[in-house]
């Protein structure tokens, strides 16, 4: 009777939160005409139209440059984050350099709101020619990523027994093959984890693609928005929400093919013997 109610609560929880995405996926199978009808859950006459056209190119919306663009940016912007987060979460781990003053200092940059940046942004990056380019974009989203890899890589090399360290370093390593060739293989879990987290951030961000982009490198966030702009008859909702499926689905594959990554570094030395 417990373990019946426990998943009748766990099934109206998850209903509760991903609700949103029902009536999202229900609505891209509608027409505009069912819409205005029967705004409802239940679909009369189901249709792929609102598919055929977003993955149809127009010359306002191309919906292969957008996601090619949100990849190549994410892309970037995680793996830059992880090469600059993975050395400097080893020396805070490893010498405490850092731990007291760095380590909180970025922590609390991520927690101001990223508008505060817009325009000394914007000026920086046009000085640079850094504007609607995917190098640019993925850059600044790499700066976004670094505080929670920081976090998540120090906690993870802090579990990770010295002693490895000391018996490479009496066999004649460096620290830079101690990093790579012996920590590194360790806490695998935990640099999975940054970067599922920084790709799934990096790909959502919109405050950034909107403002320093303009028609190369427009990520998919902003160019499902277009869909939102009043044309003749108004919204598009259908093709608005069969976009913001498509959208969605990248980061979402991306989770759960790694979801058991995710699981071992959240549990790693969670139980000590």
Same mark, same amino acid.
């Given at each position: 009777?417990?373990?019946?109610?426990?998943?009748?609560?766990?099934?109206?929880?998850?209903?509760?939160?991903?609700?949103?995405?029902?009536?999202?996926?229900?609505?891209?199978?509608?027409?505009?005409?069912?819409?205005?009808?029967?705004?409802?859950?239940?679909?009369?006459?189901?249709?792929?139209?609102?598919?055929?056209?977003?993955?149809?190119?127009?010359?306002?919306?191309?919906?292969? @440059?957008?996601?090619?663009?949100?990849? &190549? !940016? /994410?892309? $970037?912007?995680?793996? +830059?984050? =992880?090469?600059?987060?993975? #050395? *400097?979460?080893?020396?805070?781990?490893?010498?405490?350099?850092?731990?007291?003053?760095?380590?909180?200092?970025?922590?609390?940059?991520?927690?101001?709101?990223?508008?505060?940046?817009?325009?000394?942004?914007?000026?920086?990056?046009?000085?640079?020619?850094?504007?609607?380019?995917?190098?640019?974009?993925?850059?600044?989203?790499?700066?976004?990523?670094?505080?929670?890899?920081?976090?998540?890589?120090?906690?993870?090399?802090?579990?990770?027994?010295?002693?490895?360290?000391? @018996?490479?370093?009496?066999?004649?390593? &460096? !620290? /830079?093959? $101690?990093?790579?060739? +012996?920590? =590194?293989?360790?806490?695998? #879990? *935990?640099?999975?984890?940054?970067?599922?987290?920084?790709?799934?951030?990096?790909?959502?961000?919109?405050?950034?693609?909107?403002?320093?982009?303009?028609?190369?490198?427009?990520?998919?966030?902003?160019?499902?928005?277009?869909?939102?702009?009043?044309?003749?008859?108004?919204?598009?909702?259908?093709?608005?929400?069969?976009?913001?499926?498509?959208?969605?689905?990248?980061?979402?594959?991306?989770?759960?093919?790694?979801?058991?990554?995710?699981?071992?570094?959240?549990?790693?030395?969670?139980?000590?013997?």
């Amino acid at each position: 009777m417990i373990k019946t109610l426990r998943w009748i609560v766990f099934l109206l929880a998850a209903l509760a939160m991903n609700f949103p995405v029902i009536v999202t996926l229900v609505t891209s199978f509608k027409t505009a005409r069912e819409l205005a009808s029967n705004p409802g859950l239940w679909i009369q006459s189901p249709t792929l139209a609102n598919y055929a056209t977003v993955l149809g190119k127009t010359d306002r919306f191309n919906i292969y @440059a957008y996601l090619l663009n949100s990849t &190549s !940016a /994410a892309l $970037i912007g995680t793996l +830059v984050a =992880l090469a600059i987060a993975f #050395p *400097a979460a080893y020396a805070i781990a490893r010498s405490a350099i850092g731990r007291r003053v760095l380590l909180p200092v970025v922590i609390n940059l991520r927690a101001m709101p990223l508008v505060i940046f817009a325009i000394p942004l914007y000026m920086m990056y046009q000085w640079l020619g850094l504007l609607d380019t995917r190098l640019g974009l993925g850059l600044i989203l790499a700066i976004v990523n670094i505080p929670l890899a920081l976090v998540i890589l120090v906690n993870a090399i802090g579990e990770v027994p010295i002693e490895l360290d000391e @018996a490479a370093s009496v066999d004649g390593a &460096s !620290a /830079a093959r $101690i990093m790579l060739s +012996v920590v =590194l293989p360790v806490v695998r #879990p *935990a640099v999975t984890t940054c970067f599922i987290f920084g790709f799934i951030t990096a790909w959502n961000e919109f405050l950034f693609g909107l403002m320093l982009t303009t028609s190369r490198a427009v990520p998919m966030t902003v160019g499902s928005s277009f869909f939102f702009a009043a044309s003749g008859g108004g919204v598009q909702w259908g093709a608005a929400s069969a976009v913001m499926i498509l959208g969605a689905l990248p980061p979402a594959l991306l989770g759960l093919i790694m979801y058991r990554q995710i699981s071992a570094s959240m549990t790693a030395g969670a139980v000590k013997g």
